[in-house]
């Protein structure tokens, strides 16, 4: 039972990083709300790495994720 509140919040975590990730992405590129998931999906993840935006447990969190699922987080939104 912890183990799936921990899923959950990391789950919950994860979203608003990716959250806080396409807003630094819009301002950049104000057309990537018009791409496909895939596309967006591909830049989070290059965005990830470089970034000194965040921290190195919310870099974690999404690398955790595989681009795949990070479209399917993107879609529930």
Not at 30 to 57: F, G, K, Q
């Amino acid at each position: 039972m912890l183990k799936d509140k921990r899923k959950d919040l990391d789950f919950e975590k994860q979203k608003e990083i990716m959250q806080r990730i396409m807003t630094e992405l819009g301002k950049a590129d104000s057309d990537i709300y018009y791409r496909s998931t895939s596309a967006i999906a591909a830049s989070i993840l290059n965005y990830v790495e470089p970034t000194r935006d965040l921290s190195a447990d919310d870099k974690a969190l999404i690398r955790k994720l595989g681009q795949r699922d990070i479209q399917i987080i993107l879609s529930m939104n």
